[in-house]
């Protein structure tokens, strides 16, 4: 395999190719965060720029991985939505959360319960937008059944979702786009990150006790309405379902062992989507692909040149080496700050445009403090693997603070608006935030504990 | 023979901010022609009595489905009492919000083989007919089409 870390570590000169693309960063940025145009469109734009003002060749753009397009997160989120897609139909996913509701019993507290635990459970294995389709709709179905307020339960499941996205390589975008640069596998993000997830999901669950535990009532024939419901009736295609979970089964193990085996996530993505397209026996693949949320597939394509631009004229390694400025090299240092600065600046701007760039800035860094070491020796470097694992920590957490924090948050808050329940900025972030910063404080225990610590 | 030639007069319609319970009592008492009474669909017309819309039961049926149900398969869940909870729910929401605003209009000189070709590609039941300065006049339902055909297939020619 070859590395192309070191195309980062060229001399730069603030020349007018540097300004030029530093200026259409920072523009495609305001206007990504001011969303006064569709953030796909201002990406490709400003991607086509890069290209256009000849900063990045085409050829760099689709073909050099360090500076443009990684089809490796592209594959990876495509294959899982066309997985997804094909399971739909089946009805597996309006059995899990019927089931899920009837598991509470009709008690609106443990119902809040269970579907947060799914919520975070199913997020850590498929895209945390995808979860809260999923469940959202389910969610305010069973809340007008109980005749309760169904708000509390859906910020609880978009902050559940973005915990549980956090703890695999495939949960949560920015983990994928740090797997991939970072040259991190499955089982990886599984040893260092399940177990953080795992001690936040449960304190979660005990803020949720504190704030819900005996607010929520529900009249008691109400109940019955839930306990009547037959989650059997949800299954449309068993025959399509069992096909589904044997091909998620296969996918499952091919991500435990993609490691061992030499395979990239996006291969057994891949070979996932492309064996249930397969064993689907369908003549329409157009149906499946169609819905692939094309829109965020080509927002990654486009800030991924985008940054490559960046990286080339030298902006990524000027702004890591004031990072380094102030850190002095300390990787202790580092992980915190890139932690915490990550949680406030997810909490505010999507995640994704910030990992990206992330990205090769903290390679940059890495090659300024170790100048000899080369590709996986530098990037799985000891020293800087806490570091990766609190940009991962960061980013993912922080989505938690505000309505606009997270894809799934803005999904959940556009879902309850168009059902006539509107949740307002403030009243998200009443939740969210300290629901961000708790859990941050834990992640930062935990990583200070087991990485500078017990160093394990 | 022509749109205009076809169409049943306008005779009532209702406001942008009419509401829900409200339309469905005037869809009861409206007019459909000189003898019968209660309508499937009404038109919608705003301040200065150009057409901003229409409501046909369909639209009503929307409007009181939860809008997560159309995202998941939730109807073999459903409770008893679950629809009139719902409308009552919804009672006070006004036209404007539930009435269906692309409204495919015709001119009323347009043959009738026009208004077949629209109502098949679009599914509609009702066409409203449009006068030269764009005021709505009449409205050409389906099955006035319908007796078109079966008045040239079963009458003698020339009748």
Redesign the interface.
């Known amino acids: 395999m070859t590395n192309e870390v070191a195309t980062a570590a060229q001399p730069f000169v603030m020349d007018s190719t540097f300004w030029t693309a530093t200026i259409i960063f920072i523009l495609a940025y305001a206007i990504i965060v001011s969303e006064k145009i569709h953030k796909t469109i201002v990406a490709l734009f400003g991607a086509a720029l890069m290209l256009v003002l000849k900063i990045l060749e085409q050829r760099e753009a689709f073909h050099v991985e360090a500076l443009g397009v990684d089809w490796n997160v592209i594959f990876l989120l495509i294959s899982m939505m066309i997985i997804i897609n094909l399971m739909r139909p089946t ?1 597996f ?2 059995y899990i959360a ?1 089931k899920s509701a009837k598991l509470g019993r009709g008690e609106p507290f443990r119902i809040m319960v269970i579907f947060a635990v799914v919520t975070a459970v199913l997020s850590a294995f498929l895209d945390n937008v995808t979860t809260v ?2 469940l ?3 969610t ?2 069973i809340a ?2 109980l005749e309760v307020d169904a708000i509390p339960f859906l910020i609880a499941e978009a902050l559940a979702s973005n915990i549980g996205g956090t703890a695999t390589l495939i949960g949560d975008p920015p983990n994928i786009m740090i797997a991939s640069k970072a040259k991190l596998d499955f089982m990886s993000f599984i040893i260092n990150l399940a177990p953080a997830i795992i001690v936040i999901m449960v304190a979660f669950l005990f803020v949720l006790k504190i704030i819900f535990g005996k607010k929520l009532k529900v009249k008691p024939e109400l109940k019955q ?1 839930v306990l ?3 989650e059997r ?2 299954i ?1 295609d068993p025959l399509m379902l069992k096909k589904s979970l044997f091909v998620l089964a296969i996918v499952t193990l091919g991500f435990m062992f993609h490691g061992m085996m030499n395979y990239q996530p996006a291969t057994i993505a891949l070979f996932g989507a492309g064996l249930l397209l397969l064993l689907s026996g369908t003549h329409d693949p157009h149906r499946y692909l169609a819905e692939v949320e094309w829109p965020t597939i080509f927002f990654f394509m486009g800030l991924f040149i985008i940054i490559g631009g960046v990286v080339k004229v030298g902006l990524i390694e000027w702004m890591s080496l004031k990072v380094l400025a102030v850190t002095h090299g300390n990787m202790f240092g580092t992980s915190m700050l890139i932690m915490w600065f990550s949680a406030f600046a997810s909490a505010f701007v999507d995640n994704i445009p910030y990992v990206a760039t992330m990205n090769p800035l903290i390679i940059d860094m890495a090659h300024q403090v170790w100048p000899h070491l080369q590709g996986i020796k530098l990037l799985h470097n000891p020293e800087l693997m806490p570091v990766w694992w609190s940009l991962a920590l960061g980013a993912c957490l922080g989505g938690n603070g505000t309505a606009i924090g997270a894809s799934a948050n803005v999904i959940i808050v556009g ?1 309850s608006e ?3 329940k509107p949740i307002s900025f403030i009243r998200f972030m009443a939740y969210g935030m300290p629901v961000m910063i708790l859990t941050v404080i834990l992640a930062t225990i935990y990583v200070w504990l087991r990485y500078y610590v017990l160093k394990i | 023979m022509k749109a205009k030639d076809i169409m049943e007069p306008v005779r009532d319609s209702l406001s942008t901010d009419t509401t829900l319970k409200e339309t469905v009592n005037l869809m009861q008492v409206a007019r459909r022609n000189e003898s019968k009474v209660g309508v499937k669909g009404m038109i919608v017309l705003d301040d200065k009595g150009n057409l901003a819309g229409i409501v046909s039961i369909k639209d009503i049926l929307k409007a009181i489905i ?4 159309s ?4 109807g ?2 459903t ?1 008893d009492g ?1 629809l009139e909870e ?1 409308a009552r729910k919804v009672a006070g929401k006004e036209v404007k919000d539930i009435m269906t605003r692309e409204v495919i209009t015709v001119d009323e000189d347009i043959p009738l083989m026009g208004c077949a070709d629209l109502v098949v590609k679009h599914n509609l039941q009702r066409i409203p007919v449009l006068n030269k300065d764009g005021k709505v006049i009449g409205i050409v339902y389906v099955r006035d089409l319908y007796y078109a055909i079966v008045k040239a297939l079963l009458e003698k020619d020339g009748k």
């Open positions: 009805g996913f309006e019927i389709l999923l959202a709709p389910v305010l179905f007008d059944a309405r009547e419901m037959d009736e949800a449309k879902m168009r059902a006539g | 939860p809008s997560y149900m995202l998941m398969e939730l073999d869940f409770w679950m719902m």
